[in-house]
């Protein structure tokens, strides 16, 4: 598998963590886990299917999810994919984007099918990567609403990143003088994703990052895990695999 990654453009880059391609000359299987982007594909060539969905469609967008997923790529497969930031999905649709968790949807539930079309069309006629980039950049800024990052649930998205996913909510609340209620709604609206959901996601990922088969105990109870067969049951419904197993696998990324 070979990745390229490309820098949004400056306007974009407050919502737009990356825009890569993902090219595979020869049929593979790769195993990603949860994270807090969402992440909007166009398929270039080839074809690409997911064990929670089937063959995806040439347009798709996916949530937020608590659980990894197998991606199936066949041989001589190009894909380019938009990666938002936590926050910046929202700038571009209309659609409260919790809908999407533990999900993926064809693009044309959320975008104009001619518009669709037309990137579509474009992105075929591209004569390399980079223009195939500029091309969904271009589709971007037209898609993009002029908002702004909502400062409130950034500030939240940090506090949580900053304490590694081991957060309680009210902790938050206190800091940020809003009611749960309206905090929760205007968070899931915008992340994809509830508090309580995106900080569980930090929290593992956080523990997966920082540790090793041989430190993972330590590295968990720093986390906020007290009971080990509960931090073991998380670990195995986050990755598909107990700590043994997922460190011994290569496959996921």
């Known amino acids: 598998m070979h990745i390229e ?19 595979s000359e ?16 166009f398929r270039l060539k080839g074809n690409v299917a997911a064990s929670d969905y089937g063959t995806l469609p040439s ?33 571009f649709f209309k659609a409260s984007l919790h809908e999407l968790f533990g999900a993926s949807a064809a693009l044309d539930n959320f975008i104009d099918q001619q518009i669709l079309r037309d990137i579509s069309e474009q992105l075929a006629e591209a004569s390399d990567y980079a223009a195939a980039v500029h091309k969904i950049q271009e589709f971007l800024l037209t898609l993009w609403k002029h908002a702004v990052p909502d400062l409130l649930v950034h500030t939240a998205i940090r506090q949580i990143r900053q304490a590694n996913g081991n957060v309680r909510i009210k902790e938050l609340l ?37 540790s090793n088969d041989a430190t993972l105990t330590e590295t968990a109870y720093n986390a906020g895990y007290f009971d080990q067969a509960h931090f073991i049951k998380d670990f195995k419904a986050f990755t598909g695999k107990t700590p043994g197993e997922f460190y011994r696998s290569q496959l996921f990324w």
């Open 5 to 23: 990654q490309y820098k949004p453009v400056a306007v974009l880059q407050p919502f737009i963590r990356s825009i890569m391609i993902i090219e």
């Open 26 to 41: 020869y049929a593979l299987q790769n195993e990603v886990l949860p994270d807090t982007s969402l992440v909007m594909a």
């Open 59 to 91: 347009a798709v967008i996916a949530g937020l999810r608590k659980t990894s997923r197998t991606l199936l790529y066949a041989g001589n497969t190009a894909n380019l994919l938009v990666v938002f930031r936590e926050d910046g999905a929202a700038a």
């Open 174 to 210: 206190h800091h940020l003088y809003i009611s749960q209620d309206a905090f929760e709604k205007r968070f899931r609206r915008i992340t994809g994703a509830t508090p309580k959901q995106f900080a569980a996601i930090v929290r593992l990922r956080s523990v997966i990052d920082r």
